[in-house]
């Protein structure tokens, strides 16, 4: 009679948020996360219903599952074996079909209440796996023979998935390989000889003469080992370049002062710029566009050290080791060199010579490279098809001289062809005497304040001319003392002034032409602007010369004078301004008021003491003022009466 | 290539071409003008001898400048003209059977080239199958392309060498639709020298029996 009740009523809830289960396939099915009303259940959960003595209570909760509605019933059963002695033998039945029939009516109570929804609804209460405890031994057996067979699955599973990944990667490797050559097809020659894949880096089909061959192979990288992880870079394609192209390389051309004994020239240093590698760039790329570029420098070298051997010049141009070295003006040394650093060496070398400053001259570079792909250009040109069949061979531009009815000038300006090195050096002696001007411009415009030098570059320039404004002005007069405006074309060999009145000076290339020059219209303008705040103050210009031939000589241009006299014609400055000699002011004045003047028997008439007597010099240097101008602004007031 | 202007210079009482032509170097050489090379122009006619009917058939003359070295020019009387290549002479011996060769038409100028500033003087004689024709002149002022602003200009100066013998202004500037101010070209200059050479075949030279 200690088995379980007669009768089994179980009411269970959905199963499915309980239910944890672990398929054959190996999916597994988790418990989802506690909602609300699932934390609830739980928290119901944890009420030990078994112990409350009334049993409706146990009902109402909803659903005892069989392990506890047995182990409830045992309890209820001791307890009705320890505590009451049975009074005759169906005693314990009749108890249990009581119970039983309260627990029905309870039930049929409950079910009818929840039916009708309105007052009551139904939770699971869901069992907390640690309390399910009845035949563990079994559970463990039939659980480990379950895991058993759901473990070789798993391992027969692996075993082909990672045979096909594999399998996979080596496919990939293929394919990487053919996409990658599909790549480098599309961005450089390749053609196949033999069992080989050879490429071509060479600028020749861009119409380059230069006789290297500029060959590469492409080669596949097959040291990588299966197992290890590819590394991050990893490329299956590699490119083998011809030795004399490795490392990189670059041209560089500088401008010295002073020219080193021949004995001493050597390899120039060969510190090397690091190459910025693009990101997103395969190797491969990095590797061929280095290669190239040594090659172009290379030619632009060859060409450049043909070019200075066969020209003819005042001073030979030197080709040694490197470098090349020409004279453009006397005592300054242009050298072009090639710097070409391989691999390794670069880090031993850098560093002792590093300290030399950067003279590079980067527009040179740059343009020598540009002059070197338009050459190519050029080339190509000449042959390029199509051709009207009927044309002679040759440029184009010069197949249209015919027909476009070209003259003798227009002709020869297509015929004439410089060489590199021709216009290099033509471009270096326009850029050392365009920086030489402007130092020259400078130094003057700090050295001297008064007058005041403004130099306007301008931003846009031909690579053998450019030109600079230079205005001459006074510290607060600059409205009206404009007078000195000079345009400076600076050209290859030789500097063109022109005056605003369009007058033009040549000067050649030494710096103290210039200097010289500025300094006598500095002087000038001294003079122009006497003469420029003369009309302003009302003054009466006498006389004006730029160029007086009178008094010391000037070594440096000439010295120009300026008389003027005051309104009322008492009194007359005169003002010799030489670029050498400096200014002299003199003040001459009336008659009338000079005393120590002897009275003479031949002008005896007082109409005569109106005529202006003797002059005086202004210690011009005492004078009060901040300039020039402003000091003769002064003496001018002072000298007109007031009204 | 400037403003051109290309007129005879008459051959003096008593004095033969090559004479006057010396007198010409001479006075431009007083004026300070620097002798450049020689220059030569050249003109040979064709007749068509298709007959394309109801059109009277023009002549052409196909003529070589050395100053256009590489050009060649093709006008026909009165009509269009072209400006082509050297191979347009190749052009013309493959269209015999249109274009027939009149050889003994053939008129060349041949002289001395001068520099005077801004103007190319020519100095040349016309000659017709190996006689001598007459002297032209051509003036040329580099700077400018438009004939209506340098004009007087070019006057001034043939007169300065010329003396009361200066042309008046050239037709063809005047003929053109747009007036004196359209821009001036090579064919201008062709122009004005097939004029010239038509103006001294018709002329009979005193002395020679060639038509």
Known sequence: ?643 | MGVTCVCQVPVAEGKSVQQSVDIVHKKLEQLGAVKQGSFWVDCETYHPTGNVSGQPSKLLYVMHNSETPLSCMGLFEGGPCLIADANFDVLMVKLKSHFQNAKAHKVECRGSRYRYCDFLIKVGTVTMSSSARGISVEVEYCPCVVPGECWNLTKEFMQSFLGPSVPELPSVFAAKPEGLFAPSDCVDTMTQYLELFNKLRKMQMPGSNVR
């Open chain 1, 1 to 643: 009679m200690s088995g379980g009740p007669a009768v089994r009523v179980s009411i269970e809830s959905t199963c499915e948020k309980q239910v944890q289960e672990v398929a054959l396939d190996g999916t597994e099915t988790y418990v989802p996360p506690l909602s609300m009303s699932q934390n609830l259940a739980k928290l119901a959960q944890r009420i030990d219903f078994s112990q409350g003595s009334d049993s409706e209570e146990d009902e109402v909760e909803g659903e005892p599952r069989d392990s506890e509605w047995n182990k409830q019933e045992t309890e209820e059963e001791e307890g009705t074996v320890k505590f009451q002695p049975s009074l005759w033998p169906w005693d314990s039945v009749r108890n249990n079909l009581r119970s039983a029939l309260t627990e029905m009516c309870v039930l049929h109570d409950v079910l009818s209440v929840v039916k009708e929804k309105k007052y009551m609804a139904l939770d699971p209460v869901s069992q907390d796996p640690a309390a399910n405890k009845t035949p563990q031994v079994f559970q463990l057996i039939s659980k480990k023979k379950l895991l058993g067979t759901a473990a070789q699955l798993l391992l027969k599973g692996a075993e082909k998935l990672s045979k096909s990944v594999a399998e996979n990667q080596e496919n990939r490797r293929q394919r990487d390989f053919n996409s990658e050559l599909l790549r480098l097809r599309s961005q450089w020659k390749l053609r196949k000889v033999g069992d080989k894949i050879l490429g071509d880096l060479s600028y020749r089909s861009a119409g380059s003469l230069f006789p290297h061959h500029g060959t590469f192979e492409v080669i596949k990288n097959t040291d990588i080992d299966l197992d290890k992880k590819t590394p991050e870079d990893y490329c299956p394609l590699d490119v083998q370049i011809p030795s004399d192209l490795e490392g990189s390389a670059y041209i560089k051309v500088s401008i010295q002062k002073q020219s080193p004994d021949i004995g001493d020239l050597g390899t120039v240093s060969l510190f090397r710029r690091l190459p910025k590698t693009k990101a997103g760039t395969q190797q491969w790329h990095v590797k061929l566009e280095a290669a190239q570029n040594v090659l172009l420098c290379k030619e632009i070298f060859a060409q450049l050290s043909r070019e200075a051997v066969q020209i003819k010049s005042q001073i030979p141009h030197i080709v040694v080791k490197n470098q090349i070295i020409s004279q453009p003006f006397p005592g300054l040394q242009l050298s072009i060199s090639l710097c070409h650093s391989t691999g390794e060496k670069k880090n031993h070398r850098a560093s002792p010579e590093k300290p030399k400053p950067d003279d590079h001259l980067y527009v040179l570079e740059h343009n020598l490279h540009q002059m070197m792909r338009e050459f190519h250009k050029q080339q190509l040109s000449s042959v390029v098809m199509p051709h009207p069949a009927s044309a002679p061979f040759g440029h184009k531009r010069m197949r249209l001289a015919g027909p476009m009815a070209y003259d003798k000038a227009e002709i020869s300006n297509l015929q004439q062809n410089e060489g590199l090195l021709e216009k290099i050096i033509k471009q270096a002696k326009h850029i050392f005497l365009r920086s030489r001007t402007a130092r020259t411009i400078d130094s003057l415009a700090s050295r001297i304040e008064d007058p005041q030098i403004q130099a306007h570059w301008s931003n846009i320039n031909d690579v053998y001319e450019s030109s600079v404004k230079v205005l001459i002005t006074s510290q607060g007069y600059e409205q009206i003392c404009k007078s000195i405006q000079l345009q400076l074309n600076i050209g290859v060999e030789q500097i063109r002034v022109v005056h605003r009145d369009g007058r033009v000076v040549t000067l050649s290339h030494q710096e103290q032409e210039l200097q010289d020059f500025l300094l006598s219209q500095m002087s000038q303008h001294q003079v122009h602007a006497v003469q420029q705040l003369a009309k302003v103050m009302g003054w009466q210009v006498l006389s004006f010369s730029n160029h007086v031939g009178l008094g010391p000589v000037e070594s440096i241009g000439n010295a120009s004078a300026v008389t003027v006299a005051s309104p009322n014609g008492e009194y007359a400055i005169s003002v010799r301004n030489g670029p050498e000699s400096g200014c002299k002011v003199l003040v001459q004045f009336p008659r009338s008021q000079t005393k120590e003047l002897p009275k003479s028997d031949v002008i005896q008439d007082p109409k005569w003491s109106h005529l202006r007597g003797p002059s005086k010099e202004v210690h011009w240097s005492k004078m009060e003022g901040r300039n020039f101008v402003y000091k003769m602004e002064l003496l001018m007031a002072a000298l007109t009466p007031c009204p």
